[in-house]
């Protein structure tokens, strides 16, 4: 028996649409209010496997995180990723190890500089994906005293109550 031909040419296929809207994994709010930020600066992560897994469900927490240099090298502490329950059992899972931020020389040697010279700290403000790799942005912060929290929340609440006013007309 022979096959039927077909009279329609056939047709490539279709290319994957790429999502390139950056999608949000985690957010450090908190960061936002501790320290004034003054420049922002976007970083790739090297990852293990189960930790791609755990970022592509959202399973991360930058709460308590910075970022520090070692031999020339910028590496990320204290980013909790969970890992999930369904992840490698052969691979010893630790949720909070150091993970190596990729960044240009000239970017290391700059914020390297504001770190140790201006007093600066390199705090991780939220990790996202895009293009189908996990980024972090950091932020080239200072730290807020307690009276400069104060006066942020005062502002804050100023602001609700000037819109409450505002929408009642």
């Known amino acids: 028996m022979s096959a039927k031909k077909s009279s329609k040419p056939d047709k490539p296929a279709k290319a994957k649409k ?3 809207a950056p999608r949000l ?3 450090n709010r908190k960061a936002r209010f501790d320290f004034y930020i003054e420049d922002r600066f976007e970083a790739g992560l090297t990852l293990l496997g189960w930790e791609v897994k755990s970022l ?3 399973k991360a927490n930058l709460k308590e995180s910075y970022a520090i240099f070692r031999n020339d090298e910028a590496w990320l502490i204290g980013a909790h990723i969970t890992p ?3 992840a490698s059992t052969h691979v010893e899972a630790d949720p909070v190890r150091m993970r190596k931020l990729l960044l240009h020389r000239r ?3 700059r914020l390297r500089g504001s770190v140790e010279r201006d007093g600066y700290t390199l705090v991780p ?3 996202n994906w895009v293009n189908g790799r996990a980024k972090v942005t950091l932020g080239l912060a200072k730290g807020k005293n307690t009276r400069d929290k104060r006066d942020s929340i005062k502002d804050r609440d100023w602001q609700r109550q000037k819109g409450r006013v505002l ?3």
Do not use: C, Q
């Open 18 to 20: 790429v999502d390139t």
């Open 25 to 27: 994994i985690a957010e």
């Open 56 to 58: 592509r469900e959202a």
């Open 84 to 86: 999930l329950t369904s």
């Open 107 to 109: 970017e290391i040697d």
């Open 125 to 127: 403000l939220a990790m």
């Open 167 to 169: 929408r009642r007309g």
